[in-house]
């Protein structure tokens, strides 16, 4: 069994020092109607060939963007990855560590999240950031539940452009912490009216920029009425890319920002591992769920880094925690840092040109066909389309035609019938001319 | 003429008519390491026996600092959350949390004196 | 002659900061720039720049390949690390999980274009189920603490149910910090157990505090002793008897996966660390992934999403109507750690029924044998057998001056990342190790050698000081943690700009 090292002779000479007769032996305490004299019953051990044969001919059933021209959005979203962030990530020292409890001999860990914490808080325009949490899903879910901490409040209002799975996350995880939170009804065109709902008992109100439609919004107005009334605005940003372009939160006057990282480093693989990015002001810190790294110098004054902090967290507070996480998502946090070190200013801002030039060009054409019509007057890479019909229905025939086109919004919101003919489409850099020409042939045909 | 109790929390009150100073003690900051960080309450709160009243943390700890009486609390030591270091060097005297209005004197009784508390120490170990 | 001009020791690099190395204009990437366009961004196009460095990617691959040199990891060191199961990552897994057919499935593809990623799903799924002998399981939670919640949130879910409010959730005075605070955040209220003197749960005390207002206890098994807990069965009746639920923190499942099933000790909830019993990387602190397997009872209040496998092949159940059951709600979103679980499979078929079993058999086995090895030397908490992992305490270092800290920072000179510190908490200066089954022979007598060693110096006069000047050799000394945690530097800041 070529990932265990012990021989039989190793076995045998083990248990004659421990002084027993054979493993059995170390497990007596295991209760008598616990013991099994069978294997379970799976399949017994393979060969490495094998293995790679089986999960190869399950990769095989899949259609994806791999071949196939793929506008799908709606929170995760195909973009290049740089041959050398993979390369990185699957170096030992950094796949194969530990959380950096013992700093001396993890400053690579430290120095990555430090850089890391930097990068998001330049991106969100905040103060500090941490070092990542599972995804904006939680992440979002973890910032009312600081917004209650920090204003005392327990009242949260979700937007209806924020992406239903962090609303329902939210809503379903803090059920049982005295929060009361209301997620306001999907808002395609965006004519929902915050300002009006806005109350002196709410801790906080959450928008996402660009919406879960695509909408582009100016949240100034928002905030500035937010901290009259001493609420905190969260923002949530599905697509990091879009900060590349768009105004920052933290210009607009956030005060916790939540990014989904997946764009940067990932991949999409299906919807997970994710990687939330969490930021707010300095004066909010302490309410910061997540790790920290934090400079400081060792015993010879060299600088160096070491998680602080700590005192919020889960294994020290116990029951009085900020939050209950323990790990963060390391290897993400680091595919995401080396893509952003890739692009550096230059190349971000670039790629985020591209990804919106090649949105505009699709929503001019796909906006020409007849039947088709185009929600959007404003949006970064993702917009919203109304069809004839169902939208569901007709990203099946277009997956029959070997295209992936899109996510019907009646996929996230099966009970809401007025969003039956809205469809999302985005596109990326990942998504050339042929992509395009094919997808716009495909609707002509059927609408 | 001011008389200092202490609770089996490791706090200490320094009582001078009816406002007590409340801080940690010595054997306190010695078990919680380096203080890096304070959090008291705001003057004007009210606080009661027992209940939560500030937080001081260390690099390897995070405690409660509890109130030995009910009342108001009518001061809060800034120096300490600028200096939490100070909370080392002198628990019992400078670097005191609060100070709170008694509301009621005979919870007092219950308190120990340093004698008992020192043998209270002592027995924990 | 020690210092260099550089400031360099060979190849261990003093690597700046990315911001402090920025050629600006010079980036890591080349676009081909789209034509003149007009823009569609309402007004809001970024004004000013965002602050981010250009470096070119060859000064970029030389960063994190010297980073990189800074850390330890599984590859590099033995790490015994208790209850983290830091086994050997198998490079096999991580050719799987970048297969184009899986990496670049998009999670809301119509699921008749991605049949074989709910199929892996599935079969994920299977083998946890079948693994553990639970009906059920609920695979989106992103982590082992995570994992808890889900068990809690289902475990309140079906008690409401059954019309009843029970606010208590009693954990053993050793748990993981994570089992309070999970607590917690489901709105419980926690009492602890304490342990009895062969660290076991006091059994007694546990049932003079069940009661009806108890909703369920948290224990771990095997515990964070590292012994397993021979009551469990017992202690599964009187919980059972007191209509509470048992949830089983599956931390150090590693131990008994392949000998013992769960369901078979009572349990009616666990989360299963799959960055822990199967292999997949810890990554410098994640992204792990926490399915947690549910019993009969609870089956019905598992989170969506999940898969269903009909007769018309597979399909997500992603909304709380859509479902049979009363699902507790969405806790995670999209579908989970698939890039994980794609992992996880890959590792429980290349070891099957078999080798799992001999993966917990040796991991008892390497750490019984660094039990026998290091009784004398060091002072074990309990008595023996450990399972996977074997608890020391401080008393061995009793009048030394040299501290458990002290005593790991030495380990590391040695080129051992050091065992788990000061956890639990039920005894003093806590060193407790888990080699786990990837660790030959050799390794493990090395080991033994260097910590023997060090535990005779410890025990010589004046050896104090030479023990708090440690590590010497590594990239850092020790690092100043009361600076950082009262003047936090969170983030790189411009200077210039300041």
């Given at each position: 069994m070529r990932y265990l090292p012990l021989t039989a002779a190793d076995r045998r000479s083990m248990l004659d020092a421990i002084g027993v007769k054979s493993v059995d032996d170390l497990y007596r305490d295991v209760p008598q109607a616990a013991r099994r004299d069978k294997l379970i019953d799976l399949p017994l051990s393979a060969s490495e060939m094998e293995v790679e044969r089986r999960i190869a001919k399950l990769a095989a059933k899949n259609l994806t963007a791999a071949t196939a021209p793929m506008f799908c959005g709606a929170g995760v979203y195909r973009h290049h990855v740089p041959a050398a962030v993979d390369a990185m990530i699957q170096r030992g020292e950094f796949l194969t560590s530990y959380t950096p409890y013992q700093p001396e001999v993890a400053q690579?860990?430290?120095?990555?999240?430090?850089?890391?914490?930097?990068?998001?808080?330049?991106?969100?325009?905040?103060?500090?950031?941490?070092?990542?949490?599972?995804?904006?899903?939680?992440?979002?879910?973890?910032?009312?539940?600081m917004a209650a901490r920090v204003t005392r409040r327990t009242k949260a209002l979700i937007s209806g452009g924020v992406h239903p799975h962090y609303s329902q996350t939210s809503e379903d995880s803090l059920r049982y912490t005295g929060l009361e939170i209301e997620t306001l009804a999907p808002d395609p065109l965006g004519t929902e009216d915050l300002l009006g709902r806005l109350s002196s008992d709410l801790a906080c109100v959450v928008v996402q920029n660009p919406s879960f439609f695509g909408r582009?919004?100016?949240?100034?107005?928002?905030?500035?009425?937010?901290?009259?009334?001493?609420?905190?605005?969260?923002?949530?940003?599905?697509?990091?890319?879009?900060?590349?372009?768009?105004?920052?939160?933290?210009?607009?006057?956030?005060?916790?920002?939540?990014?989904?990282?997946?764009?940067?480093?990932?991949?999409?693989?299906?919807?997970?591992?994710?990687?939330?990015?969490?930021?707010?002001?300095?004066?909010?810190?302490?309410?910061?769920?997540?790790?920290?790294?934090?400079?400081?110098?060792?015993?010879?004054?060299?600088?160096?880094?070491?998680?602080?902090?700590?005192?919020?967290?889960?294994?020290?507070?116990?029951?009085?925690?900020?939050?209950?996480?323990?790990?963060?998502?390391?290897?993400?946090?680091?595919?995401?840092?080396?893509?952003?070190?890739?692009?550096?200013?230059?190349?971000?801002?670039?790629?985020?040109?591209?990804?919106?030039?090649?949105?505009?060009?699709?929503?001019?054409?796909?906006?020409?066909?007849?039947?088709?019509?185009?929600?959007?007057?404003?949006?970064?890479?993702?917009?919203?389309?109304?069809?004839?019909?169902?939208?569901?229905?007709?990203?099946?025939?277009?997956?029959?035609?070997?295209?992936?086109?899109?996510?019907?919004?009646?996929?996230?919101?099966?009970?809401?019938?007025?969003?039956?003919?809205?469809?999302?489409?985005?596109?990326?850099?990942?998504?050339?001319?042929?992509?395009?020409?094919?997808?716009?042939?495909?609707?002509?045909?059927?609408? | 003429m001011s008389k200092t109790y202490f609770t089996s929390e490791h706090e200490w009150i320094k009582v001078e008519g009816d406002v007590g100073t409340v801080g940690i003690t010595d054997h306190a900051q010695g078990a919680l390491g380096d203080v890096v960080f304070v959090e008291l309450p705001a003057v004007g709160r009210s606080v009661s026996k027992g209940g939560d009243a500030a937080v001081v943390e260390s690099v390897k700890a995070a405690s409660d600092v509890y109130s030995p009486v009910s009342g108001e609390v009518v001061g809060a030591n800034d120096a300490i959350v600028d200096q939490p270091a100070l909370v080392n060097e002198s628990p019992e005297d400078g670097a005191w949390f609060f100070k709170v209005k008694l509301s009621n004197a005979s919870e007092l009784d219950g308190l120990m004196d340093r004698a008992a508390y020192d043998a209270f120490v002592a027995g924990q170990s | 002659m020690s210092g260099t001009i550089s400031g360099n020791k060979g190849p261990l690099i003093e690597e700046p900061l990315i911001f402090e190395q920025a050629t600006p204009g010079r980036c890591g990437v080349d676009w081909e720039m789209p034509d003149a366009y007009e823009d569609r961004l309402g007004g809001l196009r970024k004004k000013g720049k965002i602050g981010l460095p250009d470096i070119a990617e060859p000064t970029v691959i030389r960063h994190y390949t010297r980073l990189s040199q800074k850390n330890v990891g599984i590859d590099t060191v033995f790490y015994p690390l208790g209850s983290c199961t830091m086994k050997y990552n198998p490079r096999l897994n991580e050719k799987t999980a970048r297969l184009?057919?899986?990496?670049?499935?998009?999670?809301?593809?119509?699921?008749?274009?991605?049949?074989?990623?709910?199929?892996?799903?599935?079969?994920?799924?299977?083998?946890?189920?079948?693994?553990?002998?639970?009906?059920?399981?609920?695979?989106?939670?992103?982590?082992?603490?995570?994992?808890?919640?889900?068990?809690?949130?289902?475990?309140?879910?079906?008690?409401?149910?059954?019309?009843?409010?029970?606010?208590?959730?009693?954990?053993?005075?050793?748990?993981?910090?994570?089992?309070?605070?999970?607590?917690?955040?489901?709105?419980?209220?926690?009492?602890?157990?304490?342990?009895?003197?062969?660290?076991?749960?006091?059994?007694?005390?546990?049932?003079?505090?069940?009661?009806?207002?108890?909703?369920?206890?948290?224990?771990?098994?095997?515990?964070?002793?590292?012994?397993?807990?021979?009551?469990?069965?017992?202690?599964?009746?009187?919980?059972?008897?007191?209509?509470?639920?048992?949830?089983?923190?599956?931390?150090n499942f590693n131990a008994i996966v392949g000998r013992v099933r769960i369901a078979d000790l009572g349990v009616d909830a666990m989360h299963i660390n799959l960055h822990k019993t199967f292999s997949t990387p810890h990554g410098g602190g994640g992204p792990g992934a926490g399915p947690t397997v549910l019993s009969a009872a609870l089956a019905a209040y598992a989170p969506v999403p999940y898969v269903?496998?009909?007769?018309?092949?597979?399909?997500?159940?992603?909304?709380?109507?859509?479902?049979?059951?009363?699902?507790?709600?969405?806790?995670?979103?999209?579908?989970?750690?698939?890039?994980?679980?794609?992992?996880?499979?890959?590792?429980?078929?290349?070891?099957?029924?078999?080798?799992?079993?001999?993966?917990?058999?040796?991991?008892?086995?390497?750490?019984?044998?660094?039990?026998?090895?290091?009784?004398?030397?060091?002072?074990?908490?309990?008595?023996?057998?450990?399972?996977?992992?074997?608890?020391?305490?401080?008393?061995?270092?009793?009048?030394?001056?040299?501290?458990?800290?002290?005593?790991?920072?030495?380990?590391?000179?040695?080129?051992?990342?050091?065992?788990?510190?000061?956890?639990?908490?039920?005894?003093?200066?806590a060193l407790l190790m888990e080699p786990t089954e990837t660790e030959s022979k050799a390794t493990l007598d090395k080991f033994v050698a260097s910590v023997k060693g060090l535990a005779r110096q410890a025990k010589q006069?004046?050896?104090?000081?030479?023990?708090?000047?440690?590590?010497?050799?590594?990239?850092?000394?020790?690092?100043?943690?009361?600076?950082?945690?009262?003047?936090?530097?969170?983030?790189?800041?411009?200077?210039?700009?300041?």
């Open positions: 690579g860990t430290l120095q990555y999240l430090f850089e890391f914490q930097t990068q998001v808080a330049l991106i969100t325009g905040m103060e500090v950031a941490n070092a990542s949490l599972y995804d904006a899903a939680t992440g979002t879910s973890e910032a009312i539940a582009l919004n100016d949240l100034k107005l928002l905030a500035d009425s937010c901290h009259e009334m001493g609420i905190l605005l969260v923002v949530v940003v599905a697509e990091p890319v879009s900060l590349g372009l768009v105004a920052s939160p933290g210009e607009m006057g956030a005060d916790i920002v939540v990014v989904e990282g997946q764009s940067l480093g990932i991949g999409m693989n299906f919807g997970g591992p994710g990687l939330g990015l969490f930021a707010t002001r300095d004066k909010f810190l302490r309410q910061m769920p997540g790790r920290l790294a934090g400079q400081t110098v060792d015993q010879d004054g060299k600088r160096g880094w070491v998680l602080t902090l700590s005192t919020r967290e889960q294994h020290i507070r116990r029951e009085k925690a900020t939050s209950n996480i323990c790990t963060n998502s390391g290897l993400c946090a680091l595919a995401f840092s080396i893509h952003m070190t890739m692009l550096g200013e230059t190349g971000f801002t670039a790629l985020a040109e591209l990804n919106h030039a090649r949105a505009v060009d699709l929503a001019q054409k796909v906006g020409a066909i007849k039947g088709l019509k185009v929600l959007n007057d404003a949006f970064f890479n993702e917009f919203a389309v109304t069809v004839p019909g169902s939208a569901a229905e007709l990203v099946e025939k277009l997956a029959a035609k070997g295209i992936l086109g899109g996510v019907p919004a009646s996929r996230l919101y099966p009970t809401w019938p007025e969003l039956d003919n809205v469809l999302l489409l985005a596109a990326t850099e990942t998504n050339c001319d042929e992509d395009v020409d094919a997808l716009v042939s495909a609707l002509k045909e059927l609408v | - | 184009p057919g899986l990496s670049q499935a998009h999670p809301f593809q119509p699921v008749s274009t991605v049949q074989g990623a709910l199929e892996l799903m599935d079969q994920c799924a299977h083998w946890l189920k079948t693994l553990t002998g639970m009906p059920a399981v609920a695979m989106s939670p992103a982590a082992g603490a995570h994992g808890e919640f889900c068990g809690l949130m289902a475990i309140r879910a079906a008690l409401e149910a059954r019309g009843e409010t029970r606010l208590k959730i009693l954990v053993p005075e050793s748990a993981h910090g994570t089992n309070p605070a999970s607590a917690a955040i489901c709105g419980f209220e926690v009492e602890s157990i304490p342990a009895n003197d062969r660290g076991r749960v006091d059994l007694a005390a546990l049932k003079a505090k069940l009661g009806p207002d108890v909703a369920a206890v948290m224990v771990t098994n095997p515990n964070t002793c590292g012994l397993f807990e021979d009551e469990v069965l017992e202690i599964a009746s009187a919980v059972h008897d007191a209509g509470a639920y048992f949830y089983c923190d599956g931390a269903v496998h009909d007769d018309k092949g597979f399909r997500l159940v992603e909304h709380v109507h859509e479902s049979e059951g009363k699902p507790c709600g969405r806790i995670k979103g999209f579908h989970g750690q698939f890039g994980v679980m794609v992992r996880a499979l890959s590792y429980m078929m290349a070891l099957g029924a078999d080798g799992l079993k001999q993966c917990a058999e040796d991991a008892v086995l390497n750490a019984n044998y660094l039990l026998a090895q290091l009784k004398d030397e060091l002072t074990p908490s309990f008595e023996g057998p450990c399972m996977h992992e074997a608890l020391f305490d401080d008393r061995f270092l009793k009048d030394t001056g040299v501290t458990t800290l002290d005593f790991a920072k030495a380990l590391i000179d040695e080129g051992f990342h050091p065992m788990t510190m000061y956890f639990p908490l039920v005894v003093h200066g006069a004046n050896s104090a000081d030479a023990f708090k000047s440690a590590p010497i050799h590594a990239p850092r000394r020790r690092l100043d943690e009361t600076a950082a945690a009262r003047t936090p530097v969170l983030r790189w800041k411009d200077q210039a700009a300041e």
